[in-house]
């Protein structure tokens, strides 16, 4: 079984400031991690992922997340926030042999204020 | 990147009536689709594996004879919502799985079902 744990619904940081929202997996086997964005009433958009090798992976709109495999965790980050990144976010994971079959977190708000 | 176009994306029906979303892969073959439900806040829930020429696998807990799958071509996955009920109001998305390298989802917009 597959699992992924967002620990925090909301997250509020100010425009400028660092920002962390995190997530925690449970999965058997080497470990696909993923996130997402979304924006209301829209589908899910990619941010970045970890397969494999570094454990610092960077994506889009100058996110970045850690893989600790130690800790199971795979936190995003940002290092100066946009009151544009204010949306859901969603961590996800899936077992490397589960083909597409990946198992998503409760979400994250993220909220940036000006 | 690939895209996944989901239609339509706002639907509005009376009880009782069938309403039909279509997920297309524009770009990309994709043997497997997923379908999932997502209420106001909250998580994404996965309905069903939608499988290219084969029956869908339904989730614990989803009614297969009220969420229709139908995945007949590799670029085209329709979920019908039969009879629908005001309960059945939600958000729905689709994602395609695009098999190169070590393989990525990709997600359609969504399709808003509101019953009456």
């Known amino acids: 079984a597959q699992s992924v744990a967002q620990p925090e619904d909301q997250v509020n940081v100010a425009e400028g400031n660092p920002l962390t929202v995190k997530c925690t997996y449970s999965v058997s086997g080497n470990p696909y991690l993923f996130w997402y964005v979304q924006y209301p009433n829209r589908g899910l958009q990619f941010l970045l992922k970890?397969?494999?090798?570094?454990?610092l992976v960077k994506g889009s709109y100058g996110f970045e997340a850690e893989f600790n495999k130690s800790q199971t965790s795979f936190h995003l980050k940002k290092p100066s926030a946009l009151v544009s990144d204010s949306a859901l976010y969603f961590c996800a994971v899936r077992a490397n042999t589960n083909a597409g079959k990946s198992t998503f977190g409760d979400g994250t708000t993220l909220t940036v204020k000006p | 990147g690939a895209v996944v176009s989901q239609h339509p994306s706002w639907v509005i029906c009376k009880s009782g009536t069938s309403v039909k979303i279509e997920c297309r892969s524009l770009?990309?073959?994709?043997?497997?689709m997923f379908w999932y439900r997502q209420f106001p806040k909250q998580s994404l829930m996965l309905m069903a594996t939608?499988?290219?020429?084969?029956?869908?696998?339904?989730e614990q807990g989803v009614e297969k004879d009220k969420f229709l799958i139908n995945h007949a071509s590799l670029t085209l996955s329709t979920l019908t919502v039969t009879s629908a009920h005001p309960e059945d109001s939600s958000f729905y998305i689709c994602?395609?799985?695009?098999?190169?390298?070590?393989?990525?989802?990709?997600f359609g917009e969504g399709s808003r079902l509101t019953v009456l």
């Open positions: 970890y397969i494999t090798g570094d454990n």
């Open positions: 994602s395609a799985f695009r098999e190169v390298n070590t393989g990525e989802l990709f």
């Open positions: 939608s499988n290219e020429g084969s029956k869908a696998t339904y």
């Open positions: 770009d990309f073959q994709a043997t497997t």
